[in-house]
């Protein structure tokens, strides 16, 4: 079983940067690639990047690539998403989730564990 926790939602201004980190606990879990995934209001659940098990290999949504880095301390099982020059667009509930594979994979449902959300507003 893993267990994932977000943090460092809020409420930030267009053009500020933010971290978002997700604490993972569980057996194995340093198998596993984390993804980042996100869902706004009415729309549905998009992915937005994901780092693979060691660290060393990302992969990005077209809309976030360049302001968005994905990566992770294995020593403190935990994943982190650094967001750049956010926009309002950017605004959405956060989730990290957990993929027991070697190829980073863009599709929710490819995912096996998922934290609660956090919540990211972005205020023109």
């Known amino acids: 079983q893993v267990h994932l926790e977000e943090s460092g939602g809020g409420l930030v201004q267009a053009g500020a940067s933010l971290r978002l980190s997700c604490a993972a606990s569980?057996?194995?879990?340093?198998?596993?690639?984390i993804g980042w995934f996100r869902q706004a209001p009415g729309k549905e659940r998009e992915f937005v990047g994901a780092?693979?098990?060691?660290?060393?290999?990302?992969l990005y949504a077209d809309t976030v690539r360049g302001r968005f880095t994905v990566s992770r301390d294995n020593a403190k099982n935990t994943a982190y998403l650094q967001a750049s020059s956010v926009k309002p667009e950017d605004t959405a509930v956060y989730y990290c989730?957990?993929?027991?594979?070697?190829?980073?994979?863009?599709?929710?449902?490819?995912?096996?564990?998922w934290g609660q959300g956090t919540q990211v507003t972005v205020s023109s």
């Open positions: 780092v693979n098990w060691a660290g060393t290999t990302t």
């Open positions: 569980g057996r194995g879990i340093i198998s596993y690639a």
């Open positions: 989730a957990a993929d027991y594979s070697l190829a980073l994979n863009n599709k929710w449902d490819q995912y096996e564990y």
